[in-house]
């Protein structure tokens, strides 16, 4: 099996900065794209930003120039480093990854369990 574990949200007053991690873990063969989506209330989920195995990156309009996506993949691990953060991007963040693993034939998507992401006017 392959787990995803994000940590890193909390609350923050706008102005701010955190930095989510995610570890993916498990039987991993391969990790192609990670990324991370967000869902705020009463919302659908959106992507915030997605980095390919070679450092390619994609971001969402609202967070270009604030957010900043990386990866480590000698630790399987992708980073989101959220600046200047708005009352707006409030949300719980979910880690993404399109994995091919040693178990299951082909590329899927794992999701982590969500972290809490709350911005204070």
């Known amino acids: 099996q392959v787990q995803l574990v994000e940590s890193g949200g909390g609350l923050v007053q706008a102005g701010g900065s955190l930095r989510l991690s995610c570890a993916a873990s498990g039987s991993i063969f391969s990790i192609n794209v990670m990324g991370w989506y967000r869902q705020g209330p009463g919302k659908q989920r959106e992507l915030v930003a997605a980095?390919?195995?070679?450092?390619?990156?994609n971001y969402a309009d609202s967070v270009k120039g604030r957010f900043t996506i990386s990866r480590d993949n000698a630790k399987n691990t992708v980073y989101l480093q959220m600046n200047s953060l708005k009352p707006e991007d409030t949300a719980v963040y979910y880690c993404n990854g399109k994995i091919t693993s040693w178990v299951v034939v082909g590329t899927a998507d794992y999701w982590g369990q969500g972290t809490q992401v709350t911005v204070s006017s």
């Open positions: 980095i390919t195995s070679g450092g390619s990156t």
